[in-house]
């Protein structure tokens, strides 16, 4: 009796195997479905953001450039009333004529100035959208060669030489770090090329760094036993340490 029950209970379990394989396959395509349309998201989201970011950068280089041109026009301008003010004074007969001159001279300026608040707001408000600070440090082992020149590029831009005096390199030799780059930047990933002279002979290095939004990344090269060795780290704060 009890070998025709087990006999009977292997049959069912055989039966069943076949429909729970087939229920778990299916629970494993709609698992892998959703994972692809997850990425798919995602990459799409991305794409987006990445689009808009090099928008804002296009439009911060219009700016840049409408404002160079406006702070010329008003240059231009204000030169051109204050000269035709001035030789209308000269001309006449008035006792306060100096007077006068030298009120439309402080009224001038004070006009430039307040455009020139204008327009940095301007910029400071442009640099706020993007809320990355990029800050590229140089600093030497004082066991070694300390530099004599740098020259730095950034995301394959036109590069920012420096030389340093006999007093700036005994200075790094003993430690110290300078700056070869702050600024305000994109929050995406940015290449940072270096060329260091040691010796009189150049040493060249490339690290790529992601600038977050809302904080200070930095990006330090180190020379150290002849090559140049990149580190990063990041900040809230203004200082590197």
Not at 31 to 44: I, P
Not at 58 to 64: K, N
Not at 135 to 150: I, K
């Amino acid at each position: 009796m009890r070998n025709w029950r087990s006999v009977l209970l292997l049959s069912v379990s055989l039966a069943a195997s076949p429909a729970v394989a087939g229920a778990l396959g299916a629970q494993t395509d709609t698992s892998r479905a959703s994972d692809s349309t997850v990425e798919q998201v995602y990459e799409s989201q991305r794409s987006a953001l990445v689009k808009q970011l090099q928008s804002t950068q296009d439009q911060l280089s219009q700016l840049r450039s409408q404002r160079v041109a406006l702070e010329a026009q008003i240059d231009n301008a204000l030169a051109q009333a204050t000269e035709q003010r001035a030789g209308q004074l000269l001309m006449s007969s008035e006792q306060n004529a100096l007077v006068q001159l030298d009120q439309t001279l402080s009224t001038a300026q004070d006009n430039m100035q307040a455009q020139r608040d204008r327009m940095s707001s301007l910029g400071d408000a442009v640099k706020r959208r993007t809320g990355a600070v990029l800050v590229v440090l140089l600093r030497a082992d004082s066991s070694q060669t300390s530099p004599t020149a740098a020259e730095l590029s950034l995301d394959g831009g036109p590069p920012d030489t420096r030389t340093y005096s006999a007093i700036a390199t005994q200075a790094l030799q003993q430690g110290a770090v300078d700056e070869l780059f702050r600024s305000a930047v994109l929050p995406v990933s940015h290449t940072v090329d270096v060329k260091i002279t040691l010796g009189g002979q150049p040493v060249t290095a490339r690290a790529t760094v992601e600038a977050k939004s809302d904080v200070v990344t930095y990006l330090q090269f180190t020379v150290r036993n002849g090559q140049v060795v990149p580190s990063t780290w990041t900040s809230q704060g203004t200082t590197p340490f």
